[in-house]
């Protein structure tokens, strides 16, 4: 399709880490193409991919409300959380979404206090328990930015499954417990699991253990040493095989094996993130019969290929006819290889910066830019 400045204009853009939330960047590009087209009918769909806001997207986008919980955080300490709930869908059925991140999420420790043997998921089940209890019909589950190793084995806990050693005795938290155990009993569940829909955003198809899995791949970034791996490895391959789960089930290593917990324990379901949340949020109808949609992140490379916004919006946008074209902080090894998805990829920052110059300049950059986009669509069209 050619691209034109009549019609619609959808922005579907993903948070900019550490300078502007999704909403916070579709509003930044609205300005920008408003003060071309002043009249313009533009449609602000905030979209994530499963990392952390992901939640908080999902419920700006639907009209739903944020419940604060008060949860524990990887190392058992006291932390307030939460979740959302999803506005209205016309089913009756009440849709939840929360961040494994909100509660057991890297950037809730110092760099000095990852440990990777104590780390726990335990805050993250009881976020889901409490949505659980509150009725929850359907979970949406987004599961980046994880601190823990612990094969979701405090989640299960929290929801009440029992991880039991050879006495009978609960095991300890974090993957160190792991190694006594020897008996997991998922019938003592809470109740609602059985009834309850959860579906996990989930880009990363990495195996619960071996080269490729959790511990050998997301390990080491949680705080996991070279002796710690295949430690760690052998502590979530006992889980696995005590679970009767499949270890290497794609998508298993996810979130330090969170992925494993829910998929072959709770029989949770692993989907695209981008896909997930572009579902729940209604961007194929809001594409439909418009002439643009804009996206972004932070960083167009060759990682955007794995599951990153800027490629899911535009396979939505393209089903419907539209093109894309991306705004993003800085264009990485192998954006070329995207330009046959997207129309165009422009960069925001105007020359050299700092990062924290760059960070600064975030909204300003992302207002001009997508105003000198709509300026050049302008005077290409004018000229046609």
């Known amino acids: 399709m050619t691209l034109s400045t009549g019609g619609p204009v959808v922005l579907a853009l993903d948070s900019f880490k550490g300078a502007l939330t999704a909403q916070e960047a579709a509003r930044a590009a609205a300005a920008g193409w408003r003060e071309v087209f002043p009249d313009a009918d533009v449609r602000e769909v905030p979209m994530a991919d499963g990392g952390e806001g992901t939640a908080r997207t999902m419920v700006a986008a639907t009209g739903g409300h944020w419940v604060e919980v008060e949860s524990q955080d990887p190392l058992g300490r006291p932390v307030t959380a939460g979740y959302g709930v999803l506005g209205p869908d016309g089913s009756g059925r009440l849709r939840v979404a929360l961040d494994v991140a909100t509660a057991s999420g890297l950037d809730l420790l110092r760099a000095d206090e990852r440990d990777v043997w104590r780390a726990s998921s335990a805050g993250t089940g009881l976020l889901l328990r409490h949505a659980l209890d509150a009725g929850a019909d359907e979970v949406v589950l987004g599961i980046g930015g994880s601190a823990t190793s612990d094969g979701g084995a405090g989640l299960l806990g929290a929801l009440g499954v029992d991880l039991l050693d050879a006495a009978g005795t609960p ?10 155990l020897a008996v997991l009993d998922a019938t003592p569940a809470h109740p609602r699991l059985a009834g309850t829909s959860i579906r996990v955003a989930c880009d990363v198809t990495n195996p619960l253990t071996g080269p490729e899995g959790a511990a050998a791949v997301y390990g080491p970034q949680k705080g996991a040493t070279a002796e710690d791996v295949p430690r760690l490895d052998a502590a979530l391959e006992r889980l696995a095989r005590v679970a009767g789960g499949d270890p290497h089930t794609p998508g298993a290593g996810a979130a330090g094996g969170i992925g ?14 981008v896909e997930l949340v572009a579902d729940t949020v209604g961007l194929e109808k ?10 972004g992140e932070g960083r167009l490379d060759a990682q955007t290929a794995a599951g990153k916004v800027p490629l899911g919006v535009a396979r939505v946008a393209a089903r419907q006819g539209v093109p894309t074209v991306a705004l993003v902080g800085s264009l990485g090894p192998g954006y070329e290889g995207l330009l046959d998805r997207l129309a165009a990829a422009w960069p925001l920052a105007p020359g050299p910066r700092t990062l924290e110059e760059a960070l600064a300049a975030t909204a300003d950059d992302l207002r001009r830019t997508a105003r000198s986009l709509a300026a050049s669509l302008a005077a290409w069209v004018g000229a046609g």
């Open 171 to 180: 095991v300890g938290p974090g993957p160190a417990g792991l190694g006594a």
């Open 286 to 295: 809001a594409c439909t019969g418009a002439r643009l949609v804009i996206t």
């Open 260 to 273: 494993f917990a829910l998929r072959c324990v709770l029989g949770a379901e692993l989907v695209s993130g």
